[in-house]
């Protein structure tokens, strides 16, 4: 089985540039997260999707981040612009709908945000 | 607010010894539990979950966590660690609302 696919890797910008992050989930799994970790801290939640909604984006920062998931599968994470304090691990995870809470998540790569 | 505290940020021990690390919540109400492990240079993965019945859970690799709801704890034990066991633990607390909380974690080195 596939694992949760994450581009690019590393990306190195200076502030007030543009970032996109993309994400391709476990095929069939239609919760898919994004997360924000900062160095010493835990993984804090951005924005979740049950298929193509939102169920939860009330820690994303709405004036510089914008998320979206096609058609339900791909998701894609935006920056714009970036500031100093963005600079972190970005996580995407994906997992199977249970009906009342959420199941295991599936943990992608990440992808290492620098900006300077 | 809720929240998911780590007692200890790094932990060394030494191969054979045993391991408790420490995972506390703040919220009342129905949680579902997990510990997460990220191994050196992989991706984040589950360790083990607790959902409901028996709060003493088995997950890989022999660890083990008990939910005690009184002390709103999930505490992650290992008899006998191993230096492969080296590795940062995340305890994550759904609160039944779609949300995941994850802890700070705590980065465990096992010496050889």
């Known amino acids: 089985e596939a694992g949760v696919a994450q581009s690019p890797r590393y990306k190195i910008i200076e502030k007030r540039q543009s970032v996109a992050f993309w994400c391709n989930p476990i095929?069939?799994?239609?919760?898919l997260y994004w997360y924000q970790q900062i160095l010493g801290q835990g993984p804090k939640l951005l924005i979740q999707?049950?298929?193509?909604?939102?169920?939860?984006d009330s820690q994303l920062p709405k004036d510089r981040f914008s998320a979206e998931r096609l058609k339900g599968v791909d998701s894609t994470l935006k920056i714009q612009p970036a500031k100093l304090e963005d600079s972190a691990v970005y996580l995407c995870?994906?997992?199977?709908?249970?009906?009342?809470?959420?199941?295991?998540?599936?943990f992608g790569p990440g992808t290492r945000l620098t900006v300077l | 607010a809720q929240s998911v505290s780590q007692h200890n940020h790094h932990v060394i021990l030494s191969e054979a010894a045993s391991l408790e690390l420490g995972c506390n919540y703040s919220?009342?109400?129905?949680?579902?539990l997990f510990w997460y492990v990220q191994y050196p240079g992989q991706h984040l993965q589950l360790l083990l979950k607790?959902?409901?019945?028996?709060?003493l859970v088995k997950g890989i690799k022999g660890f083990e966590a008990e939910f005690i709801k009184s002390k709103f704890s999930f505490n992650l034990r290992k008899p006998s660690v191993q230096w492969s066991d080296t590795a940062e633990y995340f305890c994550?607390?759904?609160?039944?609302?779609?949300?995941?909380?994850f802890g700070a974690g705590t980065r465990l080195f096992v010496k050889a």
């Open positions: 995870a994906s997992s199977q709908k249970l009906a009342f809470s959420t199941d295991t998540q599936y």
């Open positions: 607790y959902f409901s019945g028996d709060p």
């Open positions: 919220y009342g109400g129905t949680v579902n």
């Open positions: 999707f049950q298929n193509n909604g939102v169920v939860d």
């Open positions: 994550a607390v759904d609160t039944g609302g779609f949300k995941t909380i």
């Open positions: 095929s069939g799994h239609a919760t």
